[in-house]
Nanobody, 126 residues
């Protein structure tokens, strides 16, 4: 099972920016889907953004244009740049990976991912 370690969360004011990172051991699979989910207290875990082995990306409509997912394969690191943050972006952000499949229309289903990190908290104040 791939081990994922998130970092970079914190507290910012609305309109501010943060970058969260996810270190992973690297993949030997030719195809994979990796991304970010978030979960606010009392709410279900929701997909935020994913990127796959062909560098195709998908975003939730609520973050499109504000968040950017990227990866540095030389560093085995996945990033999520969060900009124009809103209080409703406050949540625990989790890194997830599905080695073996490119991202598809299923990308927002948490159960499709076999590896998860412990999460990093992002808090946005108004």
């Amino acid at each position: 099972q791939v081990q994922l370690v998130e970092s970079g969360g914190g507290s910012v004011q609305a309109g501010g920016s943060l970058r969260v990172s996810c270190r992973h051991p690297g993949y030997t699979h030719s195809a994979y889907c990796m991304g970010w989910f978030r979960q606010a207290p009392g709410k279900e875990r929701e997909g935020v953004a994913v990127i796959d082995s062909d560098t195709s990306t998908r975003y939730a409509s609520s973050v499109k244009g504000r968040f950017t997912i990227s990866q540095d394969n030389a560093k085995n690191t996945l990033y999520l740049q969060l900009s124009s943050l809103k209080p409703e972006d406050t949540a625990m952000y989790y890194c997830a990976a599905d080695p073996g499949d490119r991202c598809g229309d299923w990308w927002e289903i948490p159960g499709r991912y076999i590896s998860w990190g412990q999460g990093t908290q992002v808090t946005v104040s108004s």
